[in-house]
């Protein structure tokens, strides 16, 4: 049996901070240690200590990867992989989900020949918000965001074929990367419509694979810390 579980980092803001779309430019440290930690006691309650680690080489990832080997009592190293680092959010990175919807609402209008500066704010919100709901459904990239998408299948795809007879194989990525990761099932187009790929922080996704070359979503987005 050939195990690949995949996990979303900690959490970036305190409760109270607004939130921005954090990307693979804005490289921000952990602000808590329960989700990360919550990751390695979950993994070994139900006996998939790790035998190796990758993480995407960011702060967040790198600092998860640290507190889930600690917590699972795993002694193997956390080793950087860039291949798994966070999506690049463009003219999107670091603003509010407010900001985001406001300009995507906008180029959606003017792709359509209207004038965004002749609609209201409302309008062009549930415009931007039809855009962000497209991206966590369906994965459907929004205008101008830097996301190569066959790329990212194709990073999952060689990591599955990575995973030896026997391991147990942690990668600790982040939200707009992990949800590429089901391309792995062979039905990726099937897991977006009955599954929601947008995985919380500090979420667990867990594959299985008998043959190296069929793997099988055992567990999706399970928020391990309110589990341990």
Same mark, same amino acid.
């Given at each position: 049996?050939?195990?690949?579980?995949?996990?979303?980092?900690?959490?970036?803001?305190?409760?109270?901070?607004?939130?921005?779309?954090?990307?693979?430019?804005?490289? &921000?440290?952990?602000?808590?240690?329960?989700?990360?930690?919550?990751?390695?006691?979950?993994?070994?309650?139900?006996?998939?200590?790790?035998?190796?680690? &990758?993480?995407?080489?960011?702060?967040?990832?790198?600092?998860?990867?640290? &507190?889930?080997?600690?917590?699972?009592?795993?002694?193997?190293?956390?080793?950087?992989?860039?291949?798994?680092?966070?999506?690049?959010?463009?003219?999107?990175?670091?603003?509010?989900?407010?900001?985001?919807?406001?300009?995507?609402?906008?180029?959606?209008?003017?792709?359509?020949?209207?004038?965004?500066?002749?609609?209201?704010?409302?309008? &062009?919100?549930?415009?931007?918000?039809?855009?962000?709901?497209?991206?966590?459904?369906?994965?459907?990239?929004?205008?101008?965001?830097?996301?190569?998408?066959?790329?990212?299948?194709?990073?999952?795809?060689?990591?599955?074929?990575?995973?030896?007879?026997?391991?147990?194989?942690?990668?600790?990525?982040?939200?707009?990367?992990?949800?590429?990761?089901?391309?792995?099932?062979?039905?990726?187009?099937?897991?977006?419509?009955?599954?929601?790929?947008?995985?919380?922080?500090?979420?667990?996704?867990?594959?299985?694979?008998?043959?190296?070359?069929?793997?099988?979503?055992?567990?999706?987005?399970?928020?391990?810390?309110?589990?341990?």
């Amino acid at each position: 049996m050939k195990t690949l579980i995949i996990a979303r980092h900690g959490n970036t803001f305190r409760k109270g901070e607004t939130p921005t779309r954090v990307g693979s430019r804005t490289d &921000l440290e952990l602000v808590e240690e329960e989700r990360g930690r919550g990751i390695g006691l979950y993994l070994k309650k139900n006996g998939l200590v790790p035998t190796r680690i &990758l993480a995407a080489p960011l702060k967040r990832t790198m600092g998860t990867a640290a &507190l889930a080997a600690e917590a699972a009592g795993c002694t193997c190293p956390v080793e950087p992989d860039h291949r798994f680092i966070e999506v690049d959010y463009g003219p999107d990175e670091n603003k509010t989900e407010e900001e985001v919807k406001a300009r995507l609402g906008a180029v959606d209008a003017a792709a359509e020949g209207l004038d965004p500066a002749t609609m209201t704010a409302e309008e &062009l919100d549930a415009r931007g918000a039809a855009i962000i709901d497209r991206w966590n459904a369906e994965a459907i990239v929004p205008d101008s965001w830097k996301v190569d998408v066959e790329q990212i299948c194709r990073n999952w795809q060689s990591l599955a074929a990575e995973v030896k007879d026997g391991e147990t194989l942690l990668c600790v990525s982040s939200n707009g990367t992990i949800r590429f990761a089901p391309v792995i099932t062979g039905d990726y187009a099937a897991f977006c419509a009955e599954n929601d790929i947008k995985v919380a922080t500090g979420g667990v996704c867990v594959f299985t694979s008998e043959d190296g070359t069929t793997w099988t979503c055992q567990e999706w987005g399970v928020k391990a810390f309110k589990l341990v």
